[in-house]
C-alpha cells in the first residue's frame, strides 16, 4: 500500500457530433491552431465551430501517453527566435515534495532540460511586442480568436453584435498586429513560459474572448496527486482556458510536473504556497532566499503565471482590523503576518525587481495578487481593498519596465452595485492592465450555490471589462470540488464568460446562441443537445421525461405535449406572413384540429 | 389500479434551528404575521428573523390536514369590510376536469361558498386604497416588510445599505399608510382573492422586497395531481413567495381546488390554458363565452392573479414572423392563431372591459402576459416585443380605471446590455405598475443549466426594479422540473431576488449576509449552513470533505487544512490593531508556530 507505482488515467475523445479541426494561418504554414466543430443533423445547417481548450485528448488521432507528456510543439520556436540558452537546471531537493517518499507517483520521468533568457535579448511576449516583432504566438492566438476566419470580410455580412463594451474595442478580424499591439500597450498577456512548451498559446485580454481559469490542486486534508491530472484534463474538456496548481503539502513537485508535461493550457501556481511549506508552515519563517529558490524551481518547470502578492503592504494590514471577515486570501494573510511580525514592508515588495528580473528570464507572467480582497459583501470595496489595488497599479509600472507581461487579481465578495467600480478603479490604477477576478460573489447567504452567487457577479464585471474569470465551484467555502463540481464550476463561468461576450458585443459570439435556438425552434432534439455547453446533461434532463428514441425527433416538448405546440403556430404564422392574410385564413379555418400533430404521429 | 383514493403527503417541521414566531402589530391585535426565526450556536449572536413564505407547514403547533386545507383567517376580513355576498356559485361540470371520471383524487371535500363582490362597494386593495382606507393586508404585509420590526428606529443604528435604486425608494420603515399609498398609486400589488382567505398576504412592488414565482403544474405527457400540491408545499418551504398553476388537462380544477385550499400563497394561473382544455385543444374554437365562463370559475375557487395576454394584437403577430424563435408563449401563440383566424382582435383585447369586471369582482390581479416575448437572445427587444409592451401599458390604465390590481409580465431571452432599457420602458409604458419576468435568460447556449443562466438575468432585472421574479429550473427546454429541480429553481431565485434587495440598498437586506459572514469567519459552521438559504445542502457538501462531527467546531476549513489558516491571522492582526505594533510583533516572533492549532487540537 506505501509503494502504488500508477499512470494517471485521463479522459480523451470529443464531444458529441464534434470533430477536432486545425486551421493553417495564411502567413504560418508551420502552425495548426486548433477549433471544435459541431456538426448538426441536417445539411442546411452550417457546422458551428467553436473555441476549443482541450488539447489533443479529444483528438482521436492522437495517442495519448501521460507518462511521456504532450507534443512540444513550441520549443523549437522559442529556440528559433534566439535569445535562450538550455542549462542544467536547480537540482530537485526532498523539501521540493514535502520532504515525502514519492510513495503516491512515480517522478516524470521525460522532463527537458530547461531553457533561460540571456541578458540583452528580447525573451518575453511583451518585450518581442515592445519591439515590434509578432512572434508565432501571436500568430496562433489570433487565429484562435477569430474561430478559424481567415479574412476580415468572413464576418462582415453576418455581423450581428450590438453590445456595449464600456470602452473595449472588440474588431470584427483580430490580425496578428492587432494581438502585438495590444501586449505592446500591456492591454493582454500570452501566459508562456519558454519551459511550457507544450502549450497551444491563449491570450487574455479586454479585447478579445473572455477567459476563464479553474483551480485545482491537492491540500492537506485530502485529494490523490492522480486526480489532479485528471482534474486539469477534464477542466479543460469543459472549457477551462488556464488551471491554477493550488497544491500544498507532499508530491507538490512532481504534482506539478506531470500536470504541466500534459497541460494544454497555461498552469498558474501561487508560488508562497510551495514557499511556506519548505519552512514548515510558520509565515513568520519564510525568507527572501527560500522564496526565489521556489521561484526559479517553478519558473524551470514551466509555469506561467505566478500569483505574486506584493501589493500587501506593512501600512494596508491595520486597515483590515474592522473587516467582518478580516484577510481571506492565503497568500494576503501570511504576507500580513510577515510584515507585522518583521514590522516592515515584506520580500515580496522590498525584492519585486528581482521577482520581475527572474520572471522576466523565463516569460512567466505577474497575476498580482489581491491579498486584501474582501471576503464578504459587508467588506466589499473597503481602503484596505483600494489601497491595495493602488500599489498593485504600482507595480504593473514596474514590471513592465522590467519587460514581465502582468495581469491584476480582482475580487470575491462584492454586491451588485459596488461591481463596476472595481472594474474602473482596476483600469484606471493599472493602466489597463487585463484584470482577473475571483467571481465576484453578489450575497453571502447560499455556500452550497456560491457557483451562482458568484456567476452573477462573474457576468456582470467580464461585461464590464474583466479579461478571465476565476472559477468558483458549489463546494466553495465547505470542502473541496470533486469532479461533478470542477464542471458545474466550470460549466458555470462558460456561461458568464459567453454572456460577458455577447454583451460587449464580439461580433461572433451569438453565432452559436442564434444556431442553438433555430435548432430549438426546429425541434431538432440532438442538435440543441451538441451545441449546448454540456450536451449530457442536456439529453439526459430531456431523456428524464421523454425517454423513447421517437421523442429525439419529436415535433413538441413535454413542456406542452403533443396536442399543443407554441412553435408550431409560429410556422403556420410564417406562412401566413408569406401567403398573405385572407388565404392563411382561410386554411386555419378548413384546417382546424389539421394543424396540431397527433400523439401517435409525433415522431414524423 | 383505476381507482386510487388518496391524500396527498406534504412536507412539514420547520428548517434546522428556525422557529417559526408571529408579530402583532400595535395597531391590529387580531392580525398575526408568520416569521422565522434562526437561533445561532452562541447567545452572544443575535437571532436573525427572515421573510418566512412556508406558511402553517413549519409550525409544529399546527395539525396539517390537507383533506381538510387551511384554516380561513381572511375569510371574515374580507367579509367584516362588506360590500360582498356569498352565493352558490357556479356548478362544477366534467369538462372542467377534462371530461374525465375522477379516477387519480377525490374532489376537495370542503370547498367553501364562494363570495363576490357587489355592485357599488369597494372590493380590490386597489379601491380601498384610492379611497383612503388602509386594509387588514396592508397592515399584515407592512408587518411582514418589516421582518417584525416595530418602529421605524430599530434599524436606523444599524442601517448598512448603500445600494442604487434606479429610481426605487426603499425606506427603513414600512408603514401601513406606505403600502396603501403604493397601492393607490399602481406601483404595488397584494394579490389576494377574497376567496381565497387561507392566503398570507405579500405584496409585490419595486419598493418592497424582491419576490420569486415558482410555476407547477401537471402535463399531457407526465405528473399527477398529488404531486403538484407536494410540489407547491416544497416549492414554499424554500422561498417561493407565490405559485402559478399551468396544470392543464385532466382533474386540472380539482387539482386547482386542492392547491388553493392548502396554498398559504398567492396563486395565479392562465385560464386560457384551461379555456384550450374546454374546446378539445383548439385555438381557433376558443370564444368569449368559454373564456369568460374560466374565469368566473377560477376565480370562485379564489385564484389571485390571472395571465391575459390581451396584448396579442392582430398587427403584432407578423411582426414575429422573422424571427429566429417565433413566439414561444403558449397563450400568446394562440391568441395569435386566434387573430388570424378569425382575422380580428382577440376577445381578450375587445371583452378587455368584461374580463376587468369579473376580475374587480372578486379582487383578481392582473398578471398581464406577454404573449410576444422574445424566445432566443436573436429576439430580445424587437418590435414585436415592445409593440405588445406599448398595449400592456394602454390596458393597464383600462384596469386601472375599472379599479383593478395589475402587473406586468415581461421577459424572457434577453442579453445583458439588452436588460435594463426593458426596465425602463415598462415603467414609462405601464405607469410604474410592478414589473414580473421570466429571467431573462442572458444566453441561449446552455441548456440544462438555465436556471443559471436566467438567474444572472434575474438578479440584473431585480436591481433594476422588477418587483417579482418568475423562477426557471435546470430543465427548462428540456422536460419538466421534479421535486430537486424545483429546489434548485427556487433557491437560485431566491439568491437573485437577495441580491437584487442588496443592490438596490433594502435597508434590512444585508443582515443576513453578515451574520452568515460572521458566522463562517469564526468557524461557526453549524451556523453557516443554518442562516443559509439551503442548510441541507451547505452542510452535505461540508461533510462530503470533512465528515466527523468534531470539523463541525473545527477552527479551519478543508481549503487550507489545520496546519494554515487566513482566517485565523485576521485574529492576530485584530490583537495587533488593538495592543500595537511593537508588542504584538514580538509576541509574534516569540510565538511562532504556537499560532496554529495542530491538527489533533483542531476540535478546540
Not at 125 to 140: H, L, P
Not at 185 to 206: D, Q
Request: negative net charge; hydrophobic residues 40%; aromatic residues 8%.
Amino acid at each position: 500500500m506505501d509503494n502504488i507505482i500508477s499512470t494517471p488515467k485521463v479522459t480523451t475523445g470529443p464531444l458529441p457530433a464534434s470533430q477536432k479541426i486545425y486551421i493553417t494561418p495564411d502567413d504560418a504554414p508551420d502552425i495548426s491552431v486548433p477549433l471544435r466543430e459541431i456538426t448538426q443533423s441536417v445539411d442546411t445547417e452550417p457546422k458551428i465551430r467553436v473555441y476549443d481548450t482541450t488539447g489533443p485528448y479529444t483528438d482521436p488521432t492522437v495517442a495519448i501517453d501521460v507518462s511521456k507528456g504532450l507534443a512540444r510543439v513550441r520549443r523549437g520556436w522559442v529556440t528559433g527566435r534566439g535569445g535562450v540558452e538550455e542549462y542544467a537546471g536547480r537540482a530537485i531537493q526532498p523539501i521540493d515534495n514535502g520532504n515525502v517518499k514519492l510513495d503516491a507517483l512515480k517522478p516524470f520521468a521525460h522532463t527537458p532540460k530547461p531553457l533561460r533568457g540571456l541578458d540583452g535579448h528580447n525573451i518575453t511576449q511583451y518585450e518581442w511586442a515592445k519591439a515590434g516583432v509578432i512572434t508565432k504566438e501571436m500568430i496562433y492566438v489570433a487565429a484562435r480568436e477569430n474561430l478559424g476566419r481567415k479574412h476580415a470580410h468572413e464576418l462582415a455580412a453576418e455581423r450581428i453584435a450590438d453590445g456595449e463594451g464600456f470602452g473595449a474595442t472588440l474588431p470584427d478580424f483580430i490580425t496578428p498586429e492587432f494581438v502585438r499591439n495590444e501586449i505592446a500597450m500591456g492591454r493582454a498577456i500570452i501566459p508562456a513560459n519558454i519551459n511550457h512548451t507544450e502549450l497551444e498559446p491563449m491570450i487574455i485580454g479586454r479585447n478579445f474572448l473572455v477567459k476563464i481559469n479553474a483551480n485545482i490542486g491537492n491540500s492537506a486534508v485530502s485529494s490523490s496527486m492522480e486526480e489532479e491530472v485528471e482534474k486539469m484534463v477534464w477542466a479543460i474538456r469543459w472549457g477551462a482556458d488556464t488551471i491554477m496548481d493550488l497544491s500544498t503539502g507532499r508530491n507538490i513537485h512532481d504534482t506539478r510536473e506531470w500536470i504541466l508535461r500534459n497541460s494544454p493550457v497555461p498552469i498558474g501556481t501561487v508560488p508562497i504556497y510551495q514557499a511556506l511549506e519548505k519552512v514548515g508552515g510558520d509565515p513568520t519563517k519564510l525568507s527572501w532566499e527560500v522564496f526565489r529558490d521556489t521561484l526559479i524551481e517553478q519558473a524551470e518547470q514551466g509555469v506561467d503565471y505566478f500569483t505574486i502578492h506584493a501589493g500587501v503592504r506593512l501600512a494596508h494590514v491595520p486597515l483590515t482590523a474592522s473587516r467582518v471577515t478580516g484577510i481571506v486570501s492565503r497568500g494576503g494573510s501570511m504576507m500580513a503576518q510577515w510584515c507585522l511580525t518583521e514590522h516592515r514592508e515584506s520580500f515580496l515588495y522590498e525584492h519585486f525587481g528581482d521577482i520581475c528580473d527572474i520572471m522576466r528570464k523565463y516569460d512567466v507572467s505577474f497575476s498580482l495578487g489581491d491579498g486584501l480582497r474582501p471576503g464578504s459583501n459587508a467588506d466589499a470595496n473597503d481602503a484596505a481593498q483600494f489601497a491595495e489595488l493602488k500599489t498593485l497599479g504600482e507595480l504593473t509600472k514596474v514590471a513592465w519596465d522590467k519587460g514581465c507581461q502582468v495581469m491584476i487579481e480582482g475580487p470575491g465578495h462584492v454586491p451588485m452595485h459596488k461591481i463596476k467600480v472595481n472594474m474602473e478603479k482596476q483600469l484606471k490604477e493599472c493602466g489597463e492592465a487585463p484584470f482577473y477576478t475571483l467571481g465576484p460573489l453578489v450575497t453571502d447567504i447560499a455556500p452550497g450555490y456560491d457557483h451562482i452567487t458568484s456567476g452573477i457577479g462573474a457576468a456582470m464585471i467580464g461585461w464590464f471589462g474583466t479579461a478571465m474569470l476565476c472559477y468558483v465551484t458549489p463546494k466553495e467555502h465547505l470542502g473541496l470540488p470533486d469532479r461533478d463540481d470542477v464542471k458545474v464550476g466550470v460549466v458555470t463561468y462558460k456561461i458568464a464568460a459567453h454572456a460577458a461576450d455577447l454583451a460587449k458585443g464580439h461580433p461572433a459570439a451569438r453565432l452559436r446562441d442564434d444556431a442553438l435556438s433555430k435548432a430549438r425552434f426546429d425541434f431538432r432534439w440532438v442538435d440543441q443537445f451538441n451545441l449546448s455547453l454540456d450536451p449530457m446533461t442536456a439529453e439526459k434532463f430531456h431523456d428524464e421525461t421523454m425517454p423513447k428514441d421517437a421523442h429525439k425527433t419529436a415535433h413538441f416538448c413535454s413542456m406542452c405535449g403533443p396536442k399543443f405546440c407554441s412553435m408550431r403556430i409560429t410556422q403556420d404564422i410564417r406562412d401566413y406572413a408569406k401567403k398573405g392574410m385572407d388565404e392563411m385564413s382561410k386554411k386555419f379555418r378548413e384546417g382546424g384540429h389539421e394543424l396540431y400533430v397527433a400523439p401517435d404521429k409525433a415522431a414524423d
